[in-house]
């Protein structure tokens, strides 16, 4: 029996746009509800909860897919420019909205069995809620309260490029079920 996540996943290639979005919505709120439990200490900051545009904060839901479901979801909703990754990240990846704030990153590898980030959790996990995205005023600040607040070490030491110009760090915090979530900081280009 499929998941409510693979039936959600499968429904992001069909051709009826109203199937599309309601999986988009389906996996969005798979992915949020989880961070959201995640990181709720997090609101209690008050500077952290305006970096992070609180208390209705800018949330990407990340779901890294096989590349064939990645082209097969692209090809559905109209070839969406594919983002500038850099070079040295093993990934592909762009960004479907939808009404009511929904907003996913489809992701996949360059590199199938290759050795990075989207590469081993889709040969660990397989097609899944990769990481979170919350939208940031400054990463650097709020990895600094993140350290020294909530003692939450970031994945890199200091913040770094991501996709189209972004400024990002990761951050593994742990979930309700006892294990982790991946939560992405990001500042857009025109504010890093």
């Known amino acids: 029996m499929s998941s409510p996540l693979a039936t959600a996943i499968a429904g992001l290639s069909s051709s009826e746009p109203p199937v599309r979005q309601a999986a988009a919505e389906e996996v969005y709120r798979l992915g949020r509800a989880t961070a959201g439990i995640a990181v709720s200490a997090w609101w209690g900051d008050e500077e952290l909860l305006a970096l992070l545009q609180g208390p209705k904060p800018a ?7 096989q590349r064939e ?4 979801i692209r090809i559905a909703n ?4 594919l983002a500038d990754v850099p070079p040295d990240q ?4 762009f960004e479907l909205h939808f009404p009511s704030e929904t907003s996913l990153d489809i992701l996949t590898t360059r590199e199938p069995g290759g050795t990075g980030a989207i590469a081993k959790y889709l040969a660990k996990f397989g097609e899944g809620v990769q990481q979170v995205e ?6 650097d600040r709020a990895t600094e309260i993140l350290k020294e607040k909530f003692n939450v070490v970031p994945v890199y ?7 189209d110009g972004t400024r990002v ?3 593994l915090v742990a979930s309700p079920d006892g294990g982790k ?3 992405e900081l990001y500042q857009t280009a025109s504010k890093a």
């Not at 479901?69 to 097969?72: A, H, Q």
């Open 59 to 65: 949330i990407t839901v990340g779901l890294a897919v």
């Open 69 to 72: 479901t990645f082209n097969r």
């Open 78 to 81: 109209g070839t969406p420019r």
């Open 90 to 93: 093993d990934a592909e990846e």
């Open 134 to 139: 919350f939208l940031c005023a400054n990463v």
């Open 157 to 163: 030491p200091a913040t770094r490029p991501g996709a």
């Open 169 to 171: 760090n990761f951050f």
């Open 181 to 183: 979530v991946l939560i």
